[in-house]
């Protein structure tokens, strides 16, 4: 095979993972809403590439369960049950949790300053008297995958990131929930509890407070009844 028979396929593959990591940077991020519907054409014309490669790229998320088709065949951000939710709940309690107590026994100097830096930039935003939903998500986010990415266990890291990819747009239930749940100041604690835990190398204690924070944020967002609640309707009568 000639070499320039490969050159289309690998740009095409190349332009695709480009796109694929902007989708993902933006659903981890908590810029899209569950249910938000997405149009190939206008990401691309964003983007200013075909539709090819976003095609691609949302054919990935959709096998990820990141995004989903309708009934009516429209491309939408995935919602998700109740039961789903606790599930991922569930498992990224267990697997978050492993990955911030073995950060915390290795974890350098200058990526604990960063996380502090995160965490202080987190505090300030959400004692502002109208704090930015979007910025919290994002600096919650950047929080978690320093400390996370710390474990130096790549293959852990890339199953976190296909759990965020459903829950980070979840995350605006509670993030931008406003007085309801800022007012609470409940993620301040845990993370404080945190930061605390991992300048003190206590893995432990680390991983306590990360699972706190998990459940904590999941236990508002059930309560406040913005899951989908077809889970009964699905049981056998």
């Not at 709940?89 to 267990?94: A, E, M």
């Not at 492993?98 to 996380?115: S, V």
């Not at 991983?207 to 056998?236: N, T, Y």
Request: proline fraction near 4%.
């Amino acid at each position: 095979m000639v070499p320039t028979q490969l050159l289309a396929p690998l740009k095409r593959q190349t332009l695709s993972a480009v796109v694929y990591e902007q989708f993902k940077e933006l659903l981890i991020s908590g810029r899209l809403m569950p249910g938000e519907q997405i149009s190939l054409r206008s990401m691309a014309d964003a983007l200013g590439v075909s539709v090819m490669p976003v095609r691609e790229a949302v054919h990935r998320l959709t096998a990820e369960k990141a995004l989903e088709l309708t009934p009516n065949r429209h491309l939408r951000v995935s919602q998700m049950t109740v039961s789903q939710f606790r599930e991922i709940t569930s498992i990224r309690k267990n697997l978050e949790g492993l990955a911030t107590a073995t950060a915390t026994d290795c974890l350098r100097a200058d990526e604990i300053r960063q996380i502090v830096l995160w965490h202080e930039s987190f505090n300030e935003e959400m004692n502002k008297q109208a704090p930015d939903g979007a910025r919290l998500i994002l600096l919650n986010k950047e929080l978690h995958f320093t400390i996370y990415q710390g474990a130096c266990m790549p293959m852990m890291m890339q199953l976190i990131e296909v759990l965020w990819l459903r829950i980070g747009p979840i995350l605006n239930f509670d993030m931008r929930s406003g007085p309801m749940r800022a007012g609470r100041r409940t993620a301040l604690t845990h993370h404080a509890n945190l930061i605390e835990a991992i300048l003190s190398r206590d893995a432990q204690a680390a991983r306590q407070a990360l699972e706190a924070d998990i459940q904590s944020a999941a236990d508002f967002i059930v309560s406040i009844g913005a899951l989908v609640s077809v889970d009964e309707a699905l049981s056998p009568s």
